[in-house]
């Protein structure tokens, strides 16, 4: 059974920061790796992604802001999270494989004053 556990999310002022971390049951170095959200009423969305090599891509929303970033040996990947916006707001997942693979059961993040 692959397991995904997301940590790290909380209740955060805006522009606050947040680090979200994912510790996986399996290797991950062969991965592509990424963090998803899904806000209240809307569809999950990808905010950023990292592939095994260390390539990176991120939601036009989040570009500056958030940085992915993964430790192989430690089969955990990273999500950064600075100057958070209301926006942000959501339940953030991890996800192994691409989204017909692995997925963790979510974090939530709530930007408010």
């Known amino acids: 059974q692959v397991q995904l556990v997301e940590s790290g999310g909380g209740l955060v002022m805006p522009g606050g920061s947040l680090r979200l971390s994912c510790a996986a049951s399996?290797?991950?170095?062969?991965?592509?790796m990424g963090w998803y959200r899904q806000a209240p009423g809307k569809q999950r969305e990808l905010v950023a992604v990292?592939?095994?090599?260390?390539?990176?891509n991120y939601a036009d929303s989040v570009k500056g802001r958030f940085t992915i970033s993964r430790d192989n040996a430690g089969n955990t990947v990273y999500l950064q999270m600075n100057s958070l916006k209301p926006e942000d707001t959501a339940v953030y997942y991890c996800?192994?494989?691409?989204?017909?693979?692995?997925w963790g059961q979510g974090t939530q993040v709530t930007v408010s004053s």
């Open positions: 996800n192994a494989g691409g989204r017909n693979r692995y």
């Open positions: 399996i290797s991950i170095s062969i991965y592509f």
């Open positions: 990292i592939s095994s090599g260390g390539s990176t």
